[in-house]
């Protein structure tokens, strides 16, 4: 069967290498055969799976430097109808690809302003004296680096591959346990939560009824209660009226539990809207590899 | 006196007319002469703060639509003795700018990716067949459009009188009730929280001493048990490991209130480290203009 997998492009950024690693261990483990399918933004990944476009996408989520990639969380919270089955965590290793012979001859670092702010101390330590520009193609920049040899680009390491170009530097940035955590999401269907899966994560957001004291407490007073622990708690703006959030939560267990069932449904009884995003397991690429 | 005042540069943007506002409103309310001081980002802001550079910032906490602004998250937490003095809550109403005759004239919008994520549904109906380019530099931009009348660009109505550029429409974004919240952020003293001040804000950050079941929600219920009300609740990477997380809360209630400050010495014994940035009160530019 031929599955075909949404991701934000262009070709050489992380989420393309992210669903270069799901789809090898996809072949690896089963029959299935992928194509991917790279979408120009992150909403436009997800929508091709509602639309039917795509029947997985597979998005950034978190990075542990920057946080929540809130166009993710606002896109889950928009689209109805999308499970995640699966977290990938895969380590970002930023790379300062160029023509140039050596670090002292190159003038100007370009890249995606989170990427500079990445390598800000590498960059400060190796390349004092040059100019950083933040742009927001590194794919266009990439092209303009062989004719410029004073030019550099920070970017990842499939991006040079695929560019054909020189790598200078490798794993510059100053942190090095950086890493990425992706989700690849599927169609909702029927079936969900019929059956007991006893998977790590669920996900999931809501918006309160009132906007009282203590109403968010009271809601994860809930799993506090039974022990279950709460990895990841973010607020989104309903983009409603400034002070007005939503809030996205993981807990460690499985939403078909019979008592995580109970739980969601006294949650449900303070929130205004309550979506589960689904119960999966987390691997990292570095075990699938 | 003469005060100098930080924020994020250059002329023409957000941060700018919120510092303007703030400027005239001292101009009115006291004797105080203030100069503004651009810099190059909210971290360098906040940081001649700390360097005695210039004895105010003013920087961008948090948009209605956009969420927290993460970069002045993570400085206010990096750098030591920072107090927040003041919220400024500004409208943001952007513009479309143009030498263009009329609309349909309009081959490409340049503007920063937020700004046009904010206006996409007004871009979809008025010019649907633009192509759309992000831009980190506005200010580039606007430079280009005097000779390039086939260009637009999306900024702040000041950008346009100070480039002299002609306005084709105003208030283009999606949400009209779109606004950011700004801090004024001071140098610490050895005074504060020494006066009862009776503010209505204050914002503080922790992190966990364990990542345990309950933690997070057991530092929480301290607030919800006096019936202080948590405006806001914002997770940030630790930038350790992922899944480690610091919180930034804003109550309703003063910092300096005898209830609060044992309230505060209660949740010390759960965080390993306390940042409390001040207590202050919330001002509408659209009630000092």
């Known amino acids: 069967m031929n599955l075909s997998i949404a991701h934000l492009g262009p070709s050489g950024n992380y989420s393309e290498q992210a669903a270069l690693f799901y789809v090898n261990w996809l072949t690896k483990t089963c029959e299935n055969q992928a194509i991917l399918c790279p979408y120009p933004s992150i909403a436009q990944s997800l929508k091709a799976v509602v639309q039917g476009k795509a029947m997985q996408a597979i998005v950034p989520a978190e990075n542990s430097i920057e946080g929540s990639v809130t166009m993710t969380m ?34 100007t670092v370009y890249s995606h302003p989170q990427a500079l702010a990445q390598c800000q ?28 040899s004073c030019a550099a680009a920070i970017s990842s390491q499939r991006a040079a591959q695929l560019y054909n170009l020189p790598i200078l530097a490798a794993g510059i940035n100053d942190h090095p346990d950086n890493c990425t955590r992706f989700w690849v999401v599927r169609g909702n269907t029927s079936q ?30 809930i ?22 959030y939503l809030f996205f939560i993981d807990i460690e267990a499985d939403a078909s539990n019979q008592i995580i069932q109970s739980a969601l449904q006294e949650l449900s009884t303070y929130t205004e809207v309550l979506k589960i995003f689904g119960s999966y397991d987390a691997v990292s690429t570095r075990d699938i590899s």
């Open 121 to 148: 101390g590498w960059l400060e330590s190796f390349l004092p004296s040059v100019q950083l520009i933040p742009t927001n193609s590194t794919t266009e920049v990439l092209e303009r680096l062989e004719i410029d």
């Open 192 to 221: 969900d939560f019929q059956f007991v899966s006893n998977k790590k994560h669920t996900s999931l957001a809501f918006s309160l009824r009132a906007n009282k004291p203590g109403a968010l407490v009271k809601a994860l007073e």
């Open 223 to 244: 799993f506090a209660a039974l022990n279950v622990n709460m990895s990841r708690i973010e607020s989104r703006p309903t983009k409603r009226s400034l002070g007005e």
């Open 74 to 107: 606002d896109t889950m919270w928009q689209l109805d109808s999308l499970r995640i089955e699966l977290a990938l965590i895969m380590p970002i290793v930023h790379v300062l690809i160029s023509c140039a012979s050596s670090l002292d001859t190159i003038q």
